[in-house]
Nanobody, 121 residues
Framework: EVQLVESGGGLVQAGGSLRLSCAAS????????IGWFRQAPGKRREGVSC????????YLSDSVKGRFTISRDNAKNTVFLQMNSLKPEDTAVYYC??????????????WGQGTQVTVSS
């Protein structure tokens, strides 16, 4: 059974930091791109970041570039999203997702349940 379990969300003041984790199981982790999406109330889901071991590709959206960092620990089947200098507009439910191959052409197959991030002003 495939599982993606997010953790690390919470309430933080603007300018603060959070580190999200996505623990994966049930598939060959090294072969999959792992992405982070977020969705705020009333807004469309937005792709935030991606990391792939197959070709070393990574992606960060313009809205988080310079503030967020994505990393992965293949030995622990876990991906991390380090979020610094958080802004109120970063408030959303953050979802971890997985798809085979590269971040450049991934079609995501699996999704986690999400973790809430709330940034107060």
């Amino acid at each position: 059974e495939v599982q993606l379990v997010e953790s690390g969300g919470g309430l933080v003041q603007a300018g603060g930091s959070l580190r999200l984790s996505c623990a994966a199981s049930g598939f060959t982790f090294d072969d999959y791109a792992i992405g982070w999406f977020r969705q705020a109330p009333g807004k469309r889901r937005e792709g935030v970041s991606c990391t792939s071991s197959s070709d070393g590709s990574t992606y960060l959206s313009d809205s988080v570039k310079g503030r967020f960092t994505i990393s992965r620990d293949n030995a622990k089947n876990t991906v991390f999203l380090q979020m610094n200098s958080l802004k109120p507009e970063d408030t959303a439910v953050y979802y971890c997702t997985a798809g085979a191959g590269s971040c450049l052409e991934v079609e995501y197959e699996y999704w986690g349940q999400g973790t809430q991030v709330t940034v107060s002003s």
